[in-house]
């Protein structure tokens, strides 16, 4: 999704400097409150009230110290809490929870594969700027026709994450690699990153397309070099639309993919797994349509493999992982070849 | 004669609509442009950095963010600061969980 909505950029310094900052999927919160321990506790005692986009700043106990909510709330929960935060003593900001830890069973499906590989993605809108792909600046938001209600960080690129299982990665990794041979990527691969992360989140949460709605998909990989490292070369493409008639859909996105993947034997990891997908997207948002661009306008999407140890890395790549169905369509397709 | 003007109108609408919908199918169709194809090493280095964060965007990615409760409060009891709670309607905020 679009993370850096709801004025979060803007704070971001202030959080960094002053806080331990936290962020909680609205879901497992609903699950946290349900427990019996200390987390269950701290939940309801720092739900904001109006639910929905919520900042609260809290002592490591779990006292409020003030709370905000959608665009401005983050300012208003650091404004109103740090200066409440100043009135305590030693004692009480660094006092921890009584009870015990209970984790809800839901957080076990937020929690990446085992052996997994993660993909870090981020999609953005760009624009045609004498055949090239360039970004949309500040400056272009200012053609409200071609940019419809658009708020700058429309233009700044959304994250996801990408998940496969350990068989799944390693479903990549030819057993002999010989160069110049080209084989298909496990169908569950192509489906997953076709259907769930070939979208359009920059403007808040994203939809996925249904497996109807892959009109064409197919995405190879090319041995280009065997020894000391495995190189191989991704490509592949994909027209999802709404309808079958392209002309007809309301939604849709015409993509191409490309990418560089090395295989280090002797890591026996992948070292570099750089995606890029590009093509023209049309339909707005998933909920109406809102921000709409005239015509078919390019949509970016890159992939990489995650660097740090950041819990950023570890979100998981849909919004109701924590629910069993949407978990399993995640890893549907799961049996290999 | 009134009738006349407003048959006539109506041609040049239906003609209209039918040149923007053909203008309209011809671009849903347009072929990919040359950066969308088959990139070479340099042009796709360059689109894969036109698309990540720039200098001074997605600042919130710069934030130590926990997902963690216990990891965050403890972390924030040991160096004495307050807990910066972020939870959006149906994800984290910083990502879909």
Redesign the interface.
């Known amino acids: 999704?679009q993370?850096?909505r709801?004025g979060?950029?803007?704070v971001?310094?202030l959080?960094?400097e002053?806080?331990?900052?936290?962020?909680?999927?609205?879901?497992?919160?609903y699950w946290?409150a349900k427990t019996d321990g200390a987390?269950g506790e701290?939940?309801k005692a720092?739900r904001?009230p109006s639910?929905?986009?919520?900042?609260?700043?809290?002592?490591?106990?779990?006292t409020k110290?003030a709370g905000g909510n959608g665009g401005g709330g983050?300012r208003e929960?650091?404004n109103s809490?740090?200066k409440n935060?100043k009135l305590l003593t030693?004692e009480e900001?660094?006092?921890?929870?009584p009870g015990k830890?209970v984790k809800p069973p839901e957080a076990e499906r937020?929690t990446p594969p085992p052996g997994g590989l993660i993909l870090r993605s981020?999609?953005?809108n760009?624009k045609?700027d004498g055949?090239?792909?360039?970004?949309i600046t500040r400056e272009d938001l200012k053609d409200r026709e071609l940019y419809p209600g658009w708020a700058p960080v429309y233009a700044?690129?959304a994250?996801?994450?990408v998940w496969f299982t350990e068989a799944e990665w390693k479903s990549l990794v030819p057993a002999e690699p010989r160069k110049g041979v080209t084989f298909p990527v496990l169908d569950a691969i192509q489906k997953r990153l076709f259907r769930y992360h070939l979208v359009n989140g920059t403007f808040g949460?994203p939809g996925t397309w249904s497996r109807e709605q892959i009109r064409t998909g197919t995405l190879t990989l090319t041995v280009e070099e065997v020894a000391p490292v495995v190189r191989m070369r991704l490509?592949g493409a994909a027209l999802l639309t709404t309808d079958a008639d392209?002309?007809k859909a309301q939604r849709g996105y015409?993509a191409?993919l490309?990418g560089?993947l090395t295989y280090d034997p002797q890591k026996k990891a992948f070292t570099r797994f750089?995606v890029?997908a590009?093509?023209?997207y049309w339909g707005g948002d998933y909920e109406g349509g809102r921000f709409k661009r005239p015509?078919?306008t390019?949509l970016?999407?890159?992939f990489?493999l995650v660097r740090d140890d950041?819990?950023?890395d570890?979100?998981?790549?849909?919004?109701?992982?924590?629910r069993e169905q949407p978990y399993r369509a995640y890893f549907a397709a799961e049996k290999l070849r | 004669m009134l009738m006349f003007k407003l048959k006539r109108a109506a041609y040049v609408l239906l003609a209209s609509s039918l040149l923007i919908r053909s203008i309209g199918e011809l671009h849903a169709l347009a072929p990919p442009t040359p950066a969308e194809g088959n990139l070479n090493a340099e042009t796709f280095a360059q689109i894969g950095k036109q698309i990540k964060p720039q200098l001074g965007e997605s600042r919130w990615m710069e934030v130590p963010w926990f997902l963690d409760l216990h990891e965050a409060w403890q972390k924030a009891a040991a160096e004495g600061k307050p807990l910066f709670i972020y939870s959006s309607g149906g994800a984290t905020g910083i990502g879909d969980c």
Not at chain 1, 51 to 62: K, M, R
């Open positions: 999704m993370d850096g709801f979060v950029n803007q971001a310094p959080v960094k002053n806080c331990v900052a936290v962020a909680i999927n609205g879901h497992m919160l946290l987390d701290f939940i720092n904001h639910g929905g986009n919520c900042f609260v700043l809290t002592t490591p106990s779990g110290l983050a929960a650091l809490g740090l935060w030693d900001r660094k006092a921890l929870p830890e937020c981020f999609a953005r760009l045609k055949g090239e792909l360039a970004r700044e690129p994250h996801f994450n949460l490509q392209p002309v015409d191409r490309d560089r750089d890029v590009t093509g023209d015509g078919r390019p970016g999407i890159s990489e950041n819990a950023i570890r979100v998981p790549p849909l919004v109701h992982m924590d």
